[in-house]
């Protein structure tokens, strides 16, 4: 099974999360290609994860346009988002993360927020929201399960 991770980023934080990301879902025995949304592949894809930097509660513009550009192939395969944010855009409801776009492009099955591991960092110092790899893993690990099984 071939499972595209494409991300927008700014601060490294994205690609941090996807390469962990596709490196789990090879460990589990799935083929995993991980690359920027404006390096990402046209297709040939049995499933996506797409991710993107979230700045005052929005993902970056190239992640929502992916989206939409390819809502008709994105929704034919399972599909997973991430958002790697500050907790202020995460948690509090008057600052959510805003993907009504991109989730009523491609109906995604989970959207998972990712809080910096080391949240005491400045929000714009680079890989300043990169989060716990262990959280990241064992995300990546549920998808791997439900492509595994088939559901």
Not at 13 to 30: E, K, N, Q, S, Y
Not at 32 to 52: H, K, N
Not at 93 to 110: G, S, Y
Not at 128 to 143: F, K, N, R, S, T
Request: with cysteine; hydrophobic share 40%; net charge negative.
């Amino acid at each position: 099974m071939r499972v595209l991770v494409t991300y927008a980023d700014d601060d490294g934080a994205a690609a941090t999360t996807a390469r962990i990301i596709g490196d789990t879902l090879v460990l589990h025995g799935l083929e995993s290609t991980v690359r920027p949304v404006e390096q990402a592949p046209a297709g040939g894809y049995d499933a996506v994860v797409l991710g993107s930097t979230a700045r005052s509660g929005h993902w970056l513009r190239r992640a929502t346009r992916f989206a939409v550009a390819r809502e008709d192939s994105l929704r034919q395969v399972p599909v997973w988002l991430y958002s790697n944010s500050t907790a202020g855009d995460a948690l509090s409801p008057e600052r959510h993360i805003d993907v009504d776009t991109v989730e009523d492009a491609v109906v995604p099955l989970d959207h998972h927020p990712f809080l910096p591991a080391h949240p005491a960092a400045p929000a714009w110092t680079p890989h300043a929201l990169d989060p716990d790899p262990g959280e990241v893993c064992g995300w990546a690990h549920q998808i791997a399960v439900a492509l595994r099984s088939g559901t």
